[in-house]
């Protein structure tokens, strides 16, 4: 089973939509979540970090759940400029090093 | 600052060649890594320092692959004997441990083509 798991997509989406998506990890001892963003043909960005509690940034939402081992990206109001691949990331879990693990992306394309 | 900033940015080079990537963090960033990603997958880790030390090493890298951070600054990352299957995208990384906020900074990283 891979550490961390996101449906590869595409989703095709029309402007102004709301899209989710979703990400299972493996380690439970992890203690830190992230969305990083990543544009064709570019090296990824972090897009926000994941808490507990839920977070916004804007129209992204992040949520996670622990005892599920599950975290989700919530986009409203679908910008063209939306379009990229999304990365659910998880730090490793070993104690003093922040080993990041990347899922396989999810991507997304947003049309007029 | 510049950014994260990695040499060459395109390699070609015919099997069982050597080739040697170079980056130069972010300056002041203790924390340099490096990931490979091939085409449809996240970025895969496979090495990390804290300052000159290099503290954990992907199962994935084998005897062929070593890497260095001298003097704490800049990094490389040697492959010995290339075959096809290494053609990726080799992507190198820092952050500064003092802020431990997860955010990684990218170079625009290194793509090798073994023919």
């Known amino acids: 089973r891979k550490e961390v798991e996101q449906d590869p997509g595409p989703f095709n989406v029309p402007e102004g939509a709301t899209v989710a998506f979703n990400c299972t990890y493996s380690?439970?001892?992890?203690?830190?979540f992230f969305w990083y963003r990543q544009d064709c043909r570019k090296e990824p960005k972090l897009l926000m970090s994941?808490?507990?509690s839920g977070n916004e940034d804007g129209r992204f939402t992040a949520q996670l759940n622990r005892a599920s081992q599950y975290i989700s990206l919530l986009i409203r109001d679908s910008k063209l400029s939306d379009s990229a691949t999304y990365l659910c990331v998880v730090e490793g879990g070993n104690t003093g090093f922040q080993k990041l693990v990347f899922g396989t992306g999810t991507r997304l394309l947003v049309s007029p | 600052d510049t950014g994260v900033s990695q040499d060459p940015r395109h390699k070609i080079t015919k099997r069982g060649q050597n080739v040697t990537f170079r980056c130069d963090p972010i300056?002041?960033?203790?924390?340099l890594y490096w990931y490979r990603q091939t085409l449809g997958q996240g970025p895969e880790f496979l090495t990390y320092f804290q300052n000159e030390a290099q503290l954990e090493k992907s199962r994935l890298l084998s005897d062929r692959f070593s890497a260095e951070r001298p003097k704490g600054s800049f990094s490389t990352l040697e492959i010995q004997r290339t075959e096809q299957g290494d053609s990726a995208m080799y992507l190198c990384?820092?952050?500064?441990?003092?802020?431990?906020?997860?955010?990684?900074?990218f170079g625009e990283g290194s793509r090798l083509t073994v023919l």
């Open positions: 990384a820092s952050s500064a441990l003092a802020r431990n906020t997860g955010e990684l900074f």
């Open positions: 380690n439970s001892a992890s203690q830190s």
């Open positions: 994941v808490y507990s």
């Open positions: 300056s002041e960033h203790n924390r």
